[in-house]
């Protein structure tokens, strides 16, 4: 039995290099391969096609597209693959037509025992300053700073993070997950000593492990401090029983990943998730388009029953995201200051 990371099927690692035909495969998040241009994706096609018996396993197997998941079905079974993308108008047919190679299994059919899961919208009015610093960022088309405009130091959003705390949280244990670099500093400065982390790119596996070992075994009050998409991944971290998004993400399955680190087996608490949101802002507009994501994952990728889904939605992209949303939110601000609205 061999038991290798990604990076192993990138290169010429002996895995990939020698005459072996391996009798079975078993690839864990195997979403990570879903991109067919990538060395890693590359490397998993080519050890499916030698192998006998082969499983895929991810939880979320659709992130943004349809095609994702096509990918994916396309490596396990390439005579399938002609098939999906007429399969693809149709939610109902479509799961139809992959389901002698997709079992889903939701934690719901399979962890009957886990708590309840409650999760709760906070919007929070911006001070006029971080209104005049969003504008700036608008209008100079810099949607990374637009994102990173309600949570800085001393920000409406921080004021309320700061009162969860106080007043409700400070008997359990956190988990915050930020985007951003900047924020996740100000979030370990500012909480002192009950701060463990942080969670971020960069930081080894072990030093990562050994932070939720900390964490897990520090008294109540304490918050594990976590950028989203180095901590969405690979850990288990059911010490805590509240976890708290800072800001929206482009793609649903990565908060749900994140969410994940908390609500699986073994929690025995109820755990509650706190999204803390800007209204009129690109959050607002985000926070709607992760709805219609979960939605088409929903239709697709979960076992439900769907009308037809409109295939625009098929081909989002995160560049699409971000051109979209900027230019609805110029318009947004123009009509506000009365100007006249581009056509």
Request: net charge negative; charged share 30%.
């Given at each position: 039995?061999?038991?290798?990371?990604?990076?192993?099927?990138?290169?010429?690692?002996?895995?990939?290099?020698?005459?072996?035909?391996?009798?079975?495969?078993?690839?864990?998040?195997?979403?990570?391969?879903?991109?067919?241009?990538?060395?890693?994706?590359?490397g998993v096609q080519q050890l499916t096609a030698r192998?006998?018996?082969?499983?895929?396993?991810?939880?979320?197997?659709?992130?943004?597209?349809?095609?994702?998941?096509?990918?994916?079905?396309?490596?396990?079974?390439?005579?399938?693959?002609?098939?999906?993308?007429?399969?693809?108008?149709?939610?109902?047919?479509?799961r139809t037509v992959v389901a002698r190679r997709y079992?889903?299994?939701?934690?719901?059919?399979?962890?009957?025992?886990?708590?309840?899961?409650?999760?709760?919208?906070?919007?929070?009015?911006?001070?006029?300053?971080?209104?005049?610093?969003?504008?700036?960022?608008?209008?100079?088309?810099?949607?990374?700073?637009?994102?990173?405009?309600?949570?800085?130091?001393?920000?409406?959003?921080?004021?309320?993070?700061?009162?969860?705390?106080?007043?409700?949280?400070?008997?359990?244990?956190?988990?915050?997950?930020?985007?951003?670099?900047?924020?996740?500093?100000?979030?370990?400065?500012?909480?002192?000593?009950?701060?463990?982390?942080?969670?971020?790119?960069?930081?080894?596996?072990?030093?990562?492990?050994?932070?939720?070992?900390?964490?897990?075994?520090?008294?109540?009050?304490?918050?594990?401090?976590?950028?989203?998409?180095?901590?969405?991944?690979?850990?288990?971290?059911?010490a805590a029983n509240h976890v708290v998004l800072i800001?929206?993400?482009?793609?649903?399955?990565?908060?749900?990943?994140?969410?994940?680190?908390?609500?699986?087996?073994?929690?025995?608490?109820?755990?509650?998730?706190?999204?803390?949101?800007?209204?009129?802002?690109?959050?607002?507009?985000?926070?709607?388009?992760?709805?219609?994501?979960?939605?088409?994952?929903?239709?697709?990728?979960?076992?439900?029953?769907?009308?037809?889904?409109?295939?625009?939605?098929?081909?989002?992209?995160?560049?699409?995201?971000?051109?979209?949303?900027?230019?609805?939110?110029?318009?947004?601000?123009?009509?506000?200051?009365?100007?006249?609205?581009?056509?």
């Open positions: 039995m061999a038991i290798v990371g990604f990076p192993e099927v990138r290169g010429d690692s002996t895995v990939m290099t020698g005459d072996l035909n391996y009798g079975a495969l078993v690839v864990d998040e195997a979403h990570r391969a879903k991109n067919p241009k990538s060395k890693q994706a590359q192998t006998d018996v082969v499983t895929y396993l991810s939880g979320t197997p659709l992130e943004n597209r349809v095609a994702e998941m096509e990918t994916l079905l396309g490596y396990l079974d390439p005579e399938l693959a002609p098939k999906l993308e007429k399969a693809r108008r149709s939610a109902r047919e479509f079992l889903r299994r939701n934690q719901s059919d399979v962890l009957a025992e886990l708590p309840p899961l409650t999760e709760t919208e906070e919007w929070i009015e911006a001070f006029e300053a971080e209104r005049e610093k969003y504008n700036e960022a608008v209008e100079a088309g810099n949607f990374m700073q637009m994102r990173q405009s309600f949570s800085g130091p001393g920000s409406a959003k921080m004021e309320r993070f700061a009162e969860l705390l106080t007043d409700g949280l400070d008997d359990d244990k956190t988990i915050v997950f930020t985007y951003f670099r900047g924020v996740l500093d100000h979030l370990m400065d500012s909480l002192g000593d009950r701060a463990f982390g942080p969670i971020a790119g960069g930081v080894s596996h072990q030093e990562r492990q050994q932070a939720v070992d900390d964490f897990t075994a520090a008294e109540p009050g304490a918050v594990l401090v976590a950028q989203i998409n180095a901590a969405g991944e690979g850990l288990n971290i059911q800001e929206p993400q482009l793609n649903p399955a990565v908060e749900a990943q994140a969410i994940a680190r908390a609500h699986r087996m073994g929690q025995i608490n109820p755990v509650e998730v706190h999204r803390l949101l800007t209204p009129d802002s690109v959050e607002e507009r985000l926070h709607l388009l992760l709805a219609t994501k979960r939605e088409l994952f929903d239709s697709y990728a979960r076992d439900s029953v769907a009308a037809q889904q409109n295939p625009e939605a098929m081909d989002i992209t995160d560049q699409q995201v971000m051109s979209e949303v900027l230019a609805a939110e110029k318009e947004r601000i123009k009509e506000l200051r009365g100007e006249t609205p581009t056509l």
